[in-house]
């Protein structure tokens, strides 16, 4: 199993930058594809980003791609999302999750371990 703990949340004016992390327990880290996820209030969780174990493979969603950078350090036990140029539309909070299935996985379902979440505000 691994727990995950998110941080680096804010609020931010529009066109800022902010990068989240999101620390892993346990020494499995690096067999874990890794992957970030928002909620807006009253929308449905979505897909943001994913990467792949060894971080060779990153996938993006459409409305994030060209503004915002998955990395992770397997070292570090870490998985960071770079977002810039952030718009009013990318408020939401922030969740870091993990699945040792391989490839690309969009679905909330598809991850079995979430952390809490940390909250992401712009401002217009």
């Known amino acids: 199993q691994v727990q995950l703990v998110e941080s680096g949340g804010g609020l931010v004016q529009a066109g800022g930058s902010l990068r989240l992390s999101c620390a892993a327990s346990?020494?499995?880290?690096?067999?874990?594809?890794m992957a970030w996820f928002r909620q807006a209030p009253g929308k449905e969780r979505e897909f943001v980003a994913a990467?792949?174990?060894?971080?060779?493979?990153?996938w993006y969603a459409d409305s994030v791609k060209g503004r915002f950078t998955i990395s992770r350090d397997n070292a570090k036990n870490t998985v960071y999302l770079q977002m810039n140029s952030l718009k009013p539309e990318d408020t939401a909070i922030y969740y870091c999750a993990a699945t040792l299935t391989l490839g690309l996985r969009i679905g909330v379902g598809d991850y079995a371990y979430w952390g809490q979440g940390t909250q992401v505000t712009v401002s217009s």
């Open positions: 346990g020494r499995t880290f690096s067999r874990y594809t």
């Open positions: 990467i792949s174990w060894s971080g060779g493979s990153t």
